[in-house]
């Protein structure tokens, strides 16, 4: 089992920044592949990242978010970070954390909603001109 809590969501500027945070407990994160999602308003959620815990390797940033979106991990507070730099409007949404025990081969094609087992509650981002 693995409980995961989402912080860091805020009202910003155009351009500016934030690092979302995601603490797990309950398991550590070891063979787990963990995926940030987000979702705004009438629209479905959508897998931003994807990054396999052991080792620090990234799997996957969306079009929509590379080169500005990075996700990092601190081992020793079992915590997964998502620092947004040169944020939009359209980056406004719920950001949601979510992972699964997985080999790293199936991480490699996770990026569905229904490829992850636990979920946070979210944390709101909004982005304003």
């Known amino acids: 089992q693995v409980q995961l809590v989402e912080s860091g969501g805020d009202s910003v500027q155009v351009g500016g920044s934030l690092r979302l945070s995601c603490v797990a407990s309950?398991?550590?994160?070891?063979?787990?592949?963990v995926g940030w999602f987000r979702q705004a308003p009438g629209k479905e959620r959508e897998q931003i990242a994807r990054?396999?815990?052991?080792?620090?390797?990234?799997?996957y940033y969306a079009d929509s978010v590379k080169g500005r979106f990075t996700f990092t991990q601190d081992n020793a507070k079992n915590t997964l970070y998502l620092q947004m730099n040169s944020l939009k409007p359209e980056d406004t949404a719920m950001y949601y954390c979510?992972?699964?025990?997985?080999?790293?081969?199936?991480?490699?094609?996770?990026?569905?909603?229904?490829?992850?087992?636990?979920w946070g509650q979210g944390t709101q981002v909004t982005v304003s001109s």
């Open positions: 979510a992972a699964i025990q997985r080999a790293l081969r199936d991480c490699r094609v996770a990026g569905a909603v229904a490829d992850f087992k636990y």
């Open positions: 309950g398991d550590s994160f070891r063979r787990t592949c």
């Open positions: 990054f396999y815990a052991p080792g620090d390797l990234a799997m």
